[in-house]
């Protein structure tokens, strides 16, 4: 099942997340760790991640909703649990350089090819400059062909392949 949207209708919304979202964002984060053709393409998420994704110090999640149904979401994270190892393979001081990381990039399977992934990325890139951000980053799989678009498509600048979390590859992207 495939629901194109006329987002110039307004049939989709943008929000951020709040703790009210949790069940429908877990129910989307299961149905994208299920039904991915690759499984490499999602790092799983650690407790302790998944403990603060409605910390506002640590994350700020956007989700993009079709009527009530949560069709994507994605997460701006501030926290360097978050993107410590990526910002070291790239030789960024964490402490001097004001770094945040867009990542967990989801939309489910029956809303995709409605830009809603590149939608949702730009309004955080937005957030992220107005909350004075210095460094934007994002990772995607090398074969993950809609990320890698998306992320290019916001202009970001592919600076390194590589391992990340003992057996991930990942393109690693800073964002302009």
């Known amino acids: 099942m495939s629901n194109k949207i006329n987002n110039n209708n307004g049939n989709i919304r943008f929000r951020m997340l709040t703790s009210k979202d949790k069940a429908a964002l877990e129910q989307l984060i299961s149905t994208i760790e299920n039904s991915l053709a690759v ?35 994605s997460a701006l994270f501030f926290n360097k ?46 957030i992220a400059r107005d909350r004075g951000i210095d460094t934007i980053l994002a990772v995607a799989h090398p074969d993950n062909t809609a990320s890698n678009a998306s992320f290019r498509r916001l202009g970001a600048q592919l600076k390194l392949t590589s391992t990340v979390y003992g057996t991930y590859r990942r393109n690693i992207y800073m964002i302009p």
């Open 39 to 73: 499984p490499e393409w999602w790092i799983p998420i650690d407790d302790t991640a998944r403990a603060h994704f409605f910390d506002s110090d640590w994350a700020c999640f956007l989700g993009a909703f079709f009527g009530d149904t949560l069709a994507g979401a």
């Open 81 to 126: 649990h978050e993107f410590a190892e990526e910002a070291e393979k790239l030789g960024l001081d964490t402490y001097s350089t004001n770094v945040a990381e867009i990542g967990r990039c989801m939309v489910h399977p029956d809303f995709r090819g409605n830009n809603i992934m590149y939608q949702l990325n730009m309004q955080l890139c937005q």
